[in-house]
DNA sequence: TTGCAGATGATAGTATTACTATCAATGATA
DNA sequence: TATCATTGATAGTAATACTATCATCTGCAA
């Protein structure tokens, strides 16, 4: 039962594609591997040339800069989430099943892994993860947001969310918020994550071990009944307090 | 009928109490005018110092670095936030009107503004909103989020969400995710009103002019059907689609 | 075997940034 | 008038984000 997930990745996000060379891949996964040890922005290519016995000048052979390989990252890894959602959700009818088993993926949970046991040459979804949680904002919360836009970089972003936003239709043809749902949903998943993390007070779930149900679990919870409260919703129902026209 | 609303900083945000000088009050409404325009990453202290006719070693004597000044503007308009919360919901009773009033102010709608009336010495705080939406996540997505923590830099937030998520509780007594759930319609008012503007695709409001209702009076009510509606749900008449135990 | 192409190594260099240090000028205060 | 705090003015440093150049190596095709 071997089988990898291929990833054809958008040309625009490298110079040239590090899943050719064997150099490539090391700067991929041991990018990972370095921003989420020590953040994004305190890694640099120096740093990451050193601990791959590379030069700074080879790895700018692969991305134009610094915020290319983020955006890479986090490219890649909303294009296997989304592949993750197809295989988990394909043999599924019911789409109420289909949007929880969705909530679990966002939360990386239950996911028979089989990226996980491709060896020392795999990416490390976890960690990978975890950089998403905390950096992927910076992918295009920039200056340059528009222009990277024409270029298609966040499209793996924007498929993941029509594709929930479909699945969502299924469950509520008549709902109108569909692709605001779908990306409130996921961005919600990821900084409670991290509130729940770092900043726990801005949230109702701790982070003390040996508690039950973890933090996870709940964090599962919270989303599950803000998305299913909301597509459950009678529309119009809640008339605003004041309605001026 | 002048008043001015006193914000009291917490002296960690800075080395210099910025409000004490004439310096300090051109450094802050100008850095918010020059982020607003370029960014806060293309933002230098070199930059903000030619603006106002100062030097770089000056605002240092300031700030102690770039971060720091965004930490303090992000922090000067929660506080700004949670008095016009205050302000707004005083003479309330009903906990949905407040809630309602409270998204408006996310909105930064119908506020009569004090500020906007006080000439050329006031904070200009549209473009401060604006500035929150687009790098107010860089504030805490930091290595050193944990130390910043613990020097209560974001204690502004915290208190806002606090104070939401009081009135959460004032609707719905048995809400069990009232402090995530302040911290997320926050959120998400922001960067839907992000995504609005530079990713329209993820959302279901455009920004197209002359379409009634506006993109966002469309987000607006969004954000009333998230919330209601997760407040008003029955609890737990979601069970998880397996209950594994 | 030669020769050539493509990838990488190795070294150097540049502009900018983020910050620090120093001292002189200024202006208010005691 | 002395002094004290603030700012101006200038200089400098270490690190960063790149770019340029050329040598070396490794297949591989003729």
């Known amino acids: 039962m071997e089988y990898t997930v291929q990833v054809r990745m958008n040309e625009k996000l490298f ?7 064997e150099l ?5 996964r041991q990018s990972i591997m370095l921003i989420a040890d020590i953040g994004f922005e305190e890694m640099t290519f120096r740093k990451l040339a050193d601990r791959i016995n590379t030069k700074e000048a080879s790895i700018y052979r692969y ?7 983020l955006v890479y990252l986090i490219a890649w890894y909303w294009q296997w989430l989304e592949y993750q959602v197809i295989f988990h959700t394909n043999n599924l009818t019911d789409p109420r099943e289909k949007l929880d088993r969705i909530l ?27 950089i998403v949680i905390r950096e992927a904002s910076k992918a295009y919360l920039t200056h340059h947001v528009t222009e ?6 966040f499209k793996p972003y924007k498929d993941l969310c029509g594709r929930v936003a479909g699945i969502i239709l299924e469950y ?6 569909a692709r605001s749902r779908a990306s409130s949903i996921i961005e919600t998943a990821h900084y409670q994550a991290y509130f729940m993390q770092y900043l726990p007070s801005l949230t109702d779930f701790g982070v003390q071990r040996d508690v039950l149900p973890s933090g996870e679990d709940r964090l599962l919870e ?17 008339p605003p307090v004041h309605t001026k026209r």
Not at 15 to 21: A, C, G, N, Y
Not at 108 to 123: E, M, R, T, V
Not at 148 to 153: P, T
């Open 222 to 238: 919270f989303l599950r009944h803000l998305l299913f409260s909301s597509l459950n919703a009678p529309l119009h129902e809640l």
């Open 63 to 69: 991305f134009e800069n610094k915020h290319r390989l």
């Open 104 to 130: 679990k993926i966002l939360l990386l949970k239950n996911i028979p892994q089989p990226s996980f046991s491709l060896g020392a040459d795999a990416i490390d979804v976890s960690a990978l993860h975890s």
């Open 148 to 153: 990277d836009n024409r270029q298609q970089l």
């Open 15 to 21: 110079l040239r594609d590090p899943e050719s060379s």
């Open 24 to 28: 490539g891949r090391r700067i991929v």
């Open 172 to 177: 509520r043809p008549d709902y109108p918020y």
